[in-house]
């Protein structure tokens, strides 16, 4: 009698424990998603290059007054061969400051792209998905707004990444155009590009051919109809006038895209930049609208 008393000491005692410690069906499950990580202004990638272990860094560029509890666009930046991921914080500073898109700047390895002809010998696609699931972690982070820049090396990474992932909404390849042999095809995600390149381009040839830089260039123009080509736009581009520099437009592409190729007069592989105030405003407004 004695055992059996204490038994059921016992169970009423373990009943009342577990629901005091929310033991009970009727309890709530929390759902509530974890919070962002610590915000800092730049992260680094781990990646095996030759066999030895890097730590690639990536800025964050961040408006002084962000607002955490909103979404933002982001502009992921490529520099030019020999170039620094800091010159974007100078560059893009007045769009990331009007809340316009957060900044994030890739450091080549070695100072450099790969795209089998430079310094580095990276897996840039690998670089660049581990950089997206790195941002994706974050709640500020709007996919549906992910737009990219490159200048030169940078530019032709932009052009490879555009083809070979599916993150972008929309590109500038400024100051290179593809590639042979890296063109877009039937599995290539509709983007729109915005393709800028200098008539008198001595690092990458305008009508294409061999590049001092070691590889084989489309023409410009042959480069910005393969990406109209690929995603079905109007055959005939719509033609505009900037003073002396013409830009053809093609239309009606697929996903409600656009390609524009902007030829630069007489501009060489600067594309004219020093004497072009707000040389990134049209390249913003391009984007933007996708």
């Known amino acids: 009698m004695i055992h059996k008393l204490i038994s059921i000491r016992l169970f009423n005692l373990i009943f009342i424990l577990l629901l005091n410690c929310g033991g009970s069906s009727n309890d709530s499950t929390d759902t509530s998603l974890p919070p962002d990580p610590i915000l800092e202004d730049e992260f680094y990638i781990s990646q095996t290059i ?96 992910v737009y990219g820049i490159g200048v030169s090396n940078g530019s032709a990474l932009i052009n490879k990444l555009a083809i070979e992932t599916s993150y972008f909404s929309a590109i500038a390849a400024l100051a290179s155009q593809l590639i042979v042999g890296t063109a877009p095809n039937s599995s290539t995600a509709p983007v729109a590009v915005y393709q800028m390149c200098g008539t008198s381009d001595n690092i990458i040839p305008y009508n294409g051919g061999m590049s001092v830089v070691g590889h084989n260039f489309l023409s410009a123009a042959e480069s910005a109809l393969s990406w109209a080509n690929t995603f079905n736009c109007m055959t005939e581009p719509i033609v505009e006038m900037l003073g002396e520099d013409e830009i053809l437009i093609y239309t009606d592409c697929e996903s409600e895209k656009e390609i524009r190729f902007h030829s630069v007069n007489n501009a060489g592989h600067n594309l004219n930049q020093p004497n072009t105030p707000n040389f990134y405003g049209p390249v913003w407004e391009f984007l933007k609208r996708f």
Not at 81 to 108: D, M, R, T
Not at 114 to 123: F, H, K, Q
């Open 50 to 145: 030759d066999g030895v272990e890097v730590q690639r860094e990536v800025l964050l560029h961040f408006p002084e007054n962000f607002d955490q509890s909103q979404s933002y666009p982001m502009v992921i930046a490529f520099h030019g061969n020999g170039g620094q991921n800091n010159s974007w914080l100078y560059k893009l500073s007045q769009f990331v400051e009007a809340e316009e898109f957060i900044g994030v700047y890739p450091q080549g390895y070695l100072n450099s792209w790969n795209l089998g002809a430079e310094a580095s010998t990276a897996d840039e696609v690998y670089f660049f998905n581990q950089i997206m699931a790195k941002l994706e972690i974050y709640s500020f982070f709007d996919a549906s707004k």
